[in-house]
């Protein structure tokens, strides 16, 4: 399978440039296999590929039509986002929802926050509550601090103003340690019939919880808490499970199952970032966790809606199957592919280069880790893709929406989705230098339905003013 040849050719010069060859390597002819792969991938892609128009340019529905056919009969479609940080790629997925909407009749949008965070929006777009740059550029946490997406709930709150007996649902579905969480939870709290001690607790706790930015650390990465930031913390969580007590006590009905999802989100949050800070076993404990939290919760949601849904999140977290051989976290798409069978679609997207709004890398080289949210960000310029991925082969062609199902008939094409092809790392929230020119290995058939590819991106627009480095 000349797919596979040219991923053996990859192979060979990676293993070369990391000095892990064990025999003479003829790199001339290696060189030879990459070129010959990426025309090949070129080739079979823009046979099954459908110009668009650049991200900022007019929505125009027509573009998207052949998505619809793609998606009808499904009732949930996973929409990736590849980078936390990107315009293009977020401006992207507000015309995807935009067609969903009006085409396919999606009247739920489940996105990566919260739970209680995700109220706080859905408020918004149904009635009209708050003011939606300042919710996003203050309430929500950094990532959300964004133009495109202030605008992308404006579309949906007018929508939803001109069809008042048809509107979109918005909902969080995350369980990350943001603090933010953690704050919209206690405005919830603080509106509900609850014991006023316990409210207060709550709402102490999770100002204790912001200005930690996250758990009391008591080992791993970050600051050693202090005794008193050990004691709020331990105080914090126990308020917690006592809201779970109180909350599984009220009437059935939509407003508990609202502060149920609301605090299991904010708990869930801190235990897997605890959980996190326990060496590389606990790593992968706590991303179980957060996959496992949040496929439940996205699947409550899905169940409630009569009409299709489709859920945005970071790439990581949408794949069906595994971004890398290695990969032993089951991800948010691999619990959903398992209860929705062929009822839910995945719309991966890739991009070429450019530039993201990322958290500035911490001292040693870390890109991720305990205290981000108190870095700078930046405009973190990437390299070029690796040599024979996906987006090296594409290039400067597109934007593009190209269908990746596959036909399972020995063809070229089914050959190549079957096969390993490289993808980008899809950095979430940081980039260290060089990252994009590392291949990231998986099968097109075992992630994606389609794919979005944006040859360049920008980074994203602020709306509150942050800390931020040119």
Not at 1 to 12: H, N, T
Not at 243 to 267: E, F, N, Q, T, Y
Request: hydrophobic letters at 45%; glycine letters at 10%; charged letters at 25%.
């Amino acid at each position: 399978m000349r797919g596979f040849a040219g991923w053996v050719g990859l192979c060979g010069l990676a293993l070369v440039s990391s000095g892990w060859a064990q025999a003479p390597f003829d790199e001339a002819a290696a060189m030879t296999r990459l070129a010959e792969h990426e025309a090949e991938t070129r080739s079979l892609l823009m046979a099954h590929a459908k110009p668009i128009a650049s991200a900022d340019a007019a929505y125009v529905a027509a573009e998207f039509e052949p998505l619809l056919g793609m998606v009808q009969g499904k009732k949930l479609v996973l929409v990736s986002e590849p980078t936390h940080g990107t315009h293009e790629t977020r401006l992207m997925n507000a015309k995807v929802v935009r067609f969903l909407v009006e085409r396919d009749g999606v009247r739920t949008l489940v996105v990566e926050l919260g739970y209680a965070e995700g109220l706080e929006l859905d408020g918004y777009v149904r009635r009209g509550v708050g003011d939606i740059d300042s919710i996003v550029g203050k309430d929500l946490g950094v990532l959300w601090n964004t133009v495109e997406e202030a605008d992308m709930m404006r579309w949906i709150a007018g929508w939803n103003k001109a069809h008042q007996t048809d509107m979109v649902r918005v909902a969080g579905m995350d369980v990350e340690a943001g603090t933010s969480a953690g704050l919209a939870l206690a405005k919830l709290v603080a509106e509900m019939k609850l014991d006023a001690g316990l409210v207060e607790r709550i709402r102490v706790g999770a100002a204790a919880a912001d200005a930690m930015r996250g758990p009391a650390r008591v080992n791993g990465a970050g600051p050693i808490a202090t005794e008193d930031e050990m004691k709020a913390s331990a105080e914090y969580d126990a308020a917690l499970e006592e809201l779970l007590a109180a909350v599984k006590a009220l009437p059935a009905g939509s407003a508990r199952d609202d502060a149920w999802r609301s605090a299991m989100s904010v708990r869930s949050g801190r235990r897997q970032a605890e959980l996190r800070m326990e060496g590389k076993d606990g790593t992968d404990a706590g991303l179980r966790l957060r996959e496992f939290e949040m496929a439940r919760t996205a699947l409550a949601v899905v169940g409630e809606s009569k009409a299709p849904v489709v859920i945005v999140t970071h790439t990581v977290h949408l794949r069906a199957g595994r971004l890398t051989p290695a990969d032993k976290v089951q991800s948010v798409g691999y619990h959903l592919a398992r209860g929705m069978g062929d009822r839910a679609f995945f719309l991966g997207e890739e991009y070429g280069t450019g530039s993201m709004r990322a958290f500035v890398p911490q001292a040693g080289g870390a890109a991720g880790g305990p205290g981000v949210a108190n870095r700078p960000l930046h405009g973190a310029v990437f390299d070029p893709p690796a040599a024979g991925s996906i987006a090296g082969a594409l290039g400067k062609v597109g934007p593009l929406l190209i269908d990746l199902r596959d036909p399972r008939d020995g063809s070229r094409w089914s050959g190549w989705l079957e096969s390993m092809q490289a993808t980008h790392l899809y950095p979430a929230i940081s980039y260290e230098k060089g990252d994009a020119s590392k291949p990231n290995w998986t099968v097109p058939a075992d992630a994606f339905d389609a794919l979005i590819y944006v040859p360049e991106v920008t980074p994203l627009r602020l709306i509150a003013p942050m800390a931020y480095v040119p």
